[in-house]
């Protein structure tokens, strides 16, 4: 007899351990920890929204006949971690033997492989790309581009290929998908579920022991099995899907959704796996029902980015999350935390975050990301805010698309360039510049937008690293040509604002 160890994101009844177990004799081991729920200090309805996931399917496992051990966050005997319940449920059914899925975070890998019991790790199939494939793809490349990784998976699984062409003739429809939104009340928001009465159990659980953790428990409106996963894949694909990718870049201020799918928590939790969220897509598009671009958009978000960072993730190790190529380490602003800055955008995604445990993916990049980069935030103390407020945050998903993508602090290794931009980008791209108490248009002086000043301070600090850059002559080209005594007022404007932002004094 083998415990069967399931964690709170591989609710997956057909990958893993679980589709290796024996249903007759194993023991199936769930557990709420303190250890997991406060590694970081992660947002309520994260927790929340694990918690319940958890619990349903533990139900759902028993009604399917197998034996489960269940152990709630407030069970007397509760250890406090996977390690510990698993030595807990080990002495007392008499085994030494478990079966795991591996893990998805390098910490939880270590902590099974010190067990001093026999475990055996299976790997987790849910994946479109296996880790081997990866690795074979990745070997003797100099740079390892999700570009590149992205055509070698479409060929792979066949989305959206016409024989060995792709669909249309291009890989990639970016230049149909930069388009500004505009305020739509038509707009349907995302499918809500109503709190059944374990999620509502859950709730006042999590606002026991979480409630001094950022973010708001209520109004909860996850889905929390894998029926109400599914509805929400159904809703986006019909509702949404179609004009995904044409403002899939845009951003609007009383709008936080706008037609992105919020899928990622259920593919992170196991209830869709990225074949079935895939294959909707490319039926919707081969139905006439969805355009390329959104379906192509779409698709290499999951197929393309979602497998890259993965791949990235388990490729390079533990260390992957200590870097910090650029040497940044001013400390993280409290307006992170709380809200309080004059900058429209930041303090609009910073409450969104707060209120959904949710922002797309340019809001973190172009918004948050930008800013902590271009202000030489330490990439640690970002990376630790972005895994503690969103709901879809976990280590291996997380951490590439923050150290790399988002804040240059792999040097280099996912990004042939720093994701970076003055204030011109994010009013181009949004309706925050409107309202907001700086002007985007003001390039020094004290009403300047703070991405203005930052963004030629960046580049100017660290243009040893940079100059030599095909992706960033132009703008350096554009500096050089600026009148020295405009290029020192820049700078002097710049520094006057960090010195500001390291007293703590309001943005």
């Given at each position: 007899m083998s415990l069967v160890l399931v964690l709170g994101d591989q609710l997956n009844r057909g990958a893993g351990a679980l589709a290796r177990a024996d249903r007759d004799r194993d023991l199936v081991v769930m557990a709420e920890v303190m250890d997991e729920a406060t590694y970081v200090r992660h947002h309520p309805k994260k927790i929340i929204l694990v918690l319940a996931a958890m619990r349903k399917f533990a139900e759902a496992l028993r009604a399917d006949g197998w034996r489960v051990a269940y152990t709630p966050l407030d069970d007397a005997d509760n250890a406090g971690s996977i390690a510990g319940e698993l030595l807990r449920r080990a002495e007392a059914e008499g085994t030494d033997r478990v079966l795991a899925t591996q893990p998805g975070e390098w910490r939880l890998r270590q902590a099974l492989a010190d067990l001093p019991l026999k475990v055996t790790v299976c790997p987790d199939d849910r994946f479109l790309c296996p880790p081997e494939v990866f690795a074979d793809w990745a070997e003797g490349r100099k740079v390892q581009r999700m570009e590149h990784f992205y055509r070698m998976m479409r060929k792979r699984s066949g989305y959206l290929m016409d024989g060995d062409d792709p669909a249309c003739g291009q890989w990639n429809f970016d230049h149909d998908n930069r388009k500004p939104a505009r305020d739509d009340l038509l707009r349907k928001p995302p499918r809500r579920h109503r709190p059944c009465a374990v999620t509502e159990a859950v709730i006042a659980l999590v606002k026991d022991r979480f409630g001094g953790h950022f973010g708001a428990t209520e109004p909860f409106w996850f889905a929390t099995d894998r029926q109400g996963a599914l509805e929400c894949l159904r809703d986006f694909v019909a509702h949404h899907l179609p004009e995904f990718g044409t403002y899939q870049d845009a951003m609007l201020a009383n709008d936080p959704f706008l037609?992105?799918?919020?899928?990622?928590?259920?593919?992170?939790?196991?209830?869709?796996?990225?074949?079935?969220?895939?294959?909707?897509?490319?039926?919707?598009?081969?139905?006439?029902?969805?355009?390329?671009?959104?379906?192509?958009?779409?698709?290499?978000?999951?197929?393309?980015?979602?497998?890259?960072?993965?791949?990235?993730?388990?490729?390079?190790?533990?260390?992957?999350?200590?870097?910090?190529?650029?040497?940044?380490?001013?400390?993280?602003?409290?307006?992170?935390?709380?809200?309080?800055?004059?900058?429209?955008?930041?303090?609009?995604?910073?409450?969104?975050?707060?209120?959904?445990?949710?922002?797309?993916?340019?809001?973190?990049?172009?918004?948050?990301?930008?800013?902590?980069?271009?202000?030489?935030?330490?990439?640690?103390?970002?990376?630790?805010?972005?895994?503690?407020?969103?709901?879809?945050?976990?280590?291996?998903?997380?951490?590439?698309?923050?150290?790399?993508?988002?804040?240059?602090?792999?040097?280099?290794?996912?990004?042939?360039?720093?994701?970076?931009?003055?204030?011109?980008?994010?009013?181009?791209?949004?309706?925050?510049?409107?309202?907001?108490?700086?002007?985007?248009k003001d390039k020094t002086g004290p009403d300047a937008c703070p991405f203005n000043l930052l963004y030629w301070h960046f580049l100017d600090r660290h243009r040893a690293r940079f100059d030599k850059n095909p992706r960033m002559a132009q703008m350096y080209r554009t500096w050089d040509r600026m009148d020295e005594g405009r290029r020192e007022t820049v700078l002097k404007d710049a520094r006057a604002l960090l010195t500001r932002l390291t007293k703590g004094q309001r943005m």
């Open positions: 037609h992105h799918a919020l899928l990622a928590p259920y593919l992170n939790l196991g209830l869709l796996t990225p074949a079935e969220v895939c294959d909707a897509a490319q039926a919707a598009y081969e139905a006439g029902d969805v355009p390329i671009n959104s379906a192509e958009g779409f698709i290499r978000q999951i197929l393309g980015w979602r497998e890259y960072v993965r791949g990235i993730y388990d490729l390079h190790g533990p260390g992957y999350a200590a870097q910090n190529a650029l040497g940044h380490d001013r400390d993280l602003p409290g307006f992170y935390w709380d809200g309080q800055t004059d900058m429209a955008c930041v303090k609009a995604v910073v409450e969104q975050t707060r209120e959904h445990a949710y922002a797309h993916h340019i809001q973190r990049l172009m918004v948050t990301g930008n800013f902590a980069l271009l202000a030489g935030i330490d990439p640690g103390q970002v990376h630790d805010w972005y895994l503690s407020v969103y709901a879809d945050a976990y280590e291996w998903v997380e951490a590439p698309n923050t150290l790399g993508m988002s804040q240059f602090a792999d040097g280099g290794t996912l990004g042939s360039k720093p994701y970076v931009s003055s204030g011109a980008y994010i009013d181009r791209m949004s309706d925050y510049c409107r309202g907001c108490a700086y002007k985007v």
